[in-house]
């Protein structure tokens, strides 16, 4: 049994396109989940609360007194999302300058899908 050329080729287009669009996704999510941790919600639906400590500035003993979370002064870089649909492991740069507080820093996550989202199960951050 002959499997044609242009067979395979649809076959690989297909999994690269679903790939993409899980990539996006991801993407979508972390970029969510950075913003959550940084706010201070504890109890999200997006993370644990290890991948939680890991991230917030006030858990790690960073922030000032006064500390609030501006949405404006954070960026979230570009994300690369390595995944096998169901798991990822995803590297992202976050930035934060305000007048109290600066930092520029490489995060890696692992998350896991569940109940259509992408959730948080461990955050490592290397300043």
Sequence with gaps: MKISGKLVLSFVLVFVMAYV???VWIAHDTKII???AMQ??????Y?????YKSINPDERGMTPDSFSY???SHNIGFVLPLHFFFVSKVYV???YVTDNLAFREPVNLTLHLRSG????VKASIKP
């Excluded at 993370?47 to 991948?51: D, F, I, L, Q, Y």
């Excluded at 989202?117 to 948080?120: L, M």
């Design 47 to 51: 993370m644990n609360s290890s991948a």
């Design 70 to 72: 501006e949405r404006n």
């Design 40 to 45: 201070g919600n504890a109890d999200t639906e």
């Design 34 to 36: 950075l913003e959550e």
């Design 21 to 23: 669009s899980f990539g």
């Design 93 to 95: 740069t976050q930035e």
């Design 117 to 120: 989202k992408w959730y948080a």
